[in-house]
């Protein structure tokens, strides 16, 4: 009998984000942290609020949002706010887990993405250390890898 359990595609997270050095900086963090757990993390990217929005369309109409997203908050055509405000204006992507990490420490910005349903607000690091604590928090909290436990290692979740 043949068992396509085993053929599901990873799970995905969709990273919003202009700058490509912090892109390749997420995706390089991503990658060490599901292969520290024995486990594969799909990611796509887009540079711009417009092309977020347009791109979770895509996956919603196909039945494929992604587990999550990580975004930025300064981006160019529609920031961040905006993408936030649009997502849970939709019935089908209200729920869907959005981590902001942006670069703007400032309370009024925190506060409106957790107004606005943000799943978590993290400043982005100076360190990859510290970036790759951030990106192990995430995948534990969208549960990608009943995962990866505090220390990076495969878990049983109880």
């Known amino acids: 009998m043949f068992d396509a ?22 995706r390089s963090a991503l ?11 799909a990611c796509d990217r887009v540079a711009n609020g417009v092309d977020a929005l347009a791109w979770l369309s895509r996956r919603e109409l196909m039945c494929q949002l992604p587990a999550a997203v990580i975004l930025d908050i300064n981006m160019p055509r529609l920031d961040g706010i905006g993408v936030l405000r649009a997502l849970r204006q939709s019935f089908d992507m209200r729920g869907l887990a959005v981590f ?32 790759t604590d951030i990106v192990r928090e995430i995948l ?11 220390d990076g290692t495969r878990g049983v979740k109880a």
């Open 140 to 150: 534990s909290l969208v549960h990608l890898g009943a995962a990866v436990g505090a």
């Open 5 to 26: 359990a085993g053929l599901s595609p990873p799970p995905s997270i969709l990273i919003a984000d202009d700058d490509d050095d912090d892109v390749y900086l997420i």
């Open 31 to 41: 990658k060490a942290v599901g292969q520290g757990a024995g486990a594969r993390v």
């Open 100 to 131: 902001v990490l942006t670069t703007a420490a400032t309370e009024t910005v925190h506060g409106a993405a957790l107004d606005l349903g943000a799943t978590r607000i993290f400043v982005k690091p100076n360190t990859m250390g510290e970036l």
